[in-house]
């Protein structure tokens, strides 16, 4: 079946800080991959994605690349800001299929 | 762009009414839309499949007698909560899928029963 593990948190990180968000995957034939972010009560909203190995997705300074060797999409920032601070979620979904969700990770950048 | 929105944002209801959810892709048009339910703290739980035109697939243990969804067009999705009571209360989140793989989601609607 398909499942997706995230890091769990919270995370509490400093401004400026250096952000890994790591996920990893279980998945028959070939997934996209995507990052969700939801900020306080509201809904979620595609952050990047990624449709095959090696690509990269990329928005707002955070990256991630699909590595099919290690089932892998982390997620990465190279300096967060206070307004990086939210639920982020890690998900894939088989061609017209559902999204299966990691179970999110609780991010708070204090300034 | 992909955009996906809610009506209303928030209902308080009385324990015994219906309460109807309407969930609108803006622009572009969806042949499948998907309903979610969020606690707090928790990761989404997908409520129920909605294809246009035809009945919705309810997941394991979702009453489809309760959450009544109506898939009318191409960029309408309708949930209804039935008799509602204070433990429906909760975070109902739609999203649209565009393409084969794309999903949007909507703002979310928060439903409180008392």
């Known amino acids: 079946g398909n499942s997706v593990t995230q890091m769990e948190g919270p995370v509490t990180l400093s401004e400026e800080a250096f952000l890994t968000i790591n996920c990893t995957y279980t998945a028959t034939g070939y997934p996209s991959l995507f990052w969700y972010v939801q900020y306080p009560g509201e809904g979620l909203q595609l952050l990047l994605k990624?449709?095959?190995?090696?690509d990269k997705g990329s928005n707002k300074g955070f990256e991630a690349t699909y590595r099919k060797e290690t089932t892998s999409f982390h997620l990465e920032k190279g300096s967060v800001q206070v307004s990086d601070s939210a639920v982020y979620f890690c998900a894939l979904t088989p061609v017209a299929q559902k999204l299966v969700f990691g179970q999110g990770t609780r991010l708070t950048i204090n300034p | 762009g992909a955009v996906v929105s809610q009506h209303p944002s928030w209902v308080i209801c009385k324990s015994g009414t219906s309460v109807k959810i309407e969930c609108r892709s803006l622009d572009f048009q969806a042949t499948t839309m998907f309903w979610y339910r969020q606690f707090p703290k928790q990761s989404l739980m997908l409520m129920a499949t909605s294809n246009e035109g035809s009945k919705a697939t309810y997941e394991q243990g979702v009453e489809k007698d309760k959450f009544l969804i109506n898939h009318a067009s191409l960029t309408l999705s309708t949930l209804t909560v039935t008799s509602a009571h204070p433990e429906d209360s909760s975070f109902y989140i739609c999203?649209?899928?565009?393409?084969?793989?794309?999903?949007?989601f909507g703002p979310g609607t928060r439903l409180t029963v008392t």
């Open positions: 999203s649209a899928r565009k393409g084969f793989r794309e999903q949007y």
């Open positions: 990624a449709t095959k190995a090696d």
